[in-house]
Nanobody, 122 residues
Framework: QVQLVESGGGLVQAGGSLSLSCAASGSIFSINAAGWYRQVPGKQRELVAHITSGDSTNYADSVKGRFTISRDNAKNAVYLQMNSLKPEDTAVYYC????????????????WGQGTQVTVSS
């Protein structure tokens, strides 16, 4: 059983910062590519930031220069540092990752976290 557990959401004023964490638990060997997505009611879930197993990153245009995705392979964790937050960043943020469960297999399953609410007040 593999779970992605997010933490760090909350309420912050515009211009403030929040840091989200996503920790993989269970029987895993490593996290390959991972990403943070967000969703607001009535809209499709959108990619915010993505990081590959080789640490290449890409960001949605709306968050470039403000958000930073990173990873800690030793902890099987992925992070999203969000600075200069805007009210339009308000959403439920989800962690997504390709998780490799066994050292002897390159196969990776894709998992989603349960989501964490980020609310930015104006």
């Amino acid at each position: 059983q593999v779970q992605l557990v997010e933490s760090g959401g909350g309420l912050v004023q515009a211009g403030g910062s929040l840091s989200l964490s996503c920790a993989a638990s269970g029987s895993i060997f490593s996290i390959n590519a991972a990403g943070w997505y967000r969703q607001v009611p009535g809209k499709q879930r959108e990619l915010v930031a993505h990081i590959t197993s080789g640490d290449s990153t890409n960001y949605a245009d709306s968050v470039k220069g403000r958000f930073t995705i990173s990873r800690d392979n030793a902890k099987n964790a992925v992070y999203l540092q969000m600075n200069s937050l805007k009210p339009e960043d308000t959403a439920v943020y989800y962690c997504n990752a390709d998780v490799r469960r066994f050292w002897y297999s390159n196969y990776a399953n894709n998992y989603w976290g349960q989501g964490t609410q980020v609310t930015v007040s104006s």
